[in-house]
């Protein structure tokens, strides 16, 4: 089992910034790859951005695309997502994901590929 804490959200202007953190307890995180979803009221949860557990290979989806960047530190077991020019739009509930895997460079943009969520952060920006 994989357990797994979001922090970071919170409200914030449109352009500007926020990092969210995804702190993993439980197995080896570092066999892990890794996800960011979103979730507006009344719409479908949306992938954001992940990354693999080797060689860091990342995906994004395409509206935060040159906007925000997704990384990992696997020393402390965490992962991030970096967001900056934050619009309206951008306003959600933020889901970590994911994923045990033996092959390091495997990644996935679809919600069900993953095996573990967190309990998402509150993202909210104003105009």
């Known amino acids: 089992q994989v357990q797994l804490v979001e922090s970071g959200g919170g409200l914030v202007q449109a352009g500007g910034s926020l990092r969210l953190s995804c702190a993993a307890s439980?197995?080896?995180?570092?066999?892990?790859?890794m996800g960011w979803f979103r979730q507006a009221p009344g719409a479908e949860r949306e992938f954001v951005a992940a990354?693999?557990?080797?060689?860091?290979?990342?995906y994004y989806g395409n509206s935060v695309k040159g906007r925000f960047t997704i990384s990992r530190d696997n020393a402390k077991n965490t992962v991030y997502l970096q967001m900056n020019s934050l619009k309206p739009e951008d306003t959600a509930v933020y889901y970590c994901?994911?994923?045990?895997?033996?092959?390091?460079?495997?990644?996935?943009?679809?919600?069900?590929?993953?095996?573990?969520w967190g309990q998402g952060t509150q993202v909210t920006v104003s105009s």
């Open positions: 990354i693999s557990w080797s060689l860091g290979i990342t």
């Open positions: 439980g197995r080896t995180f570092s066999r892990h790859a």
């Open positions: 994901a994911a994923k045990t895997t033996g092959q390091g460079t495997s990644v996935s943009t679809y919600r069900d590929w993953y095996d573990y």
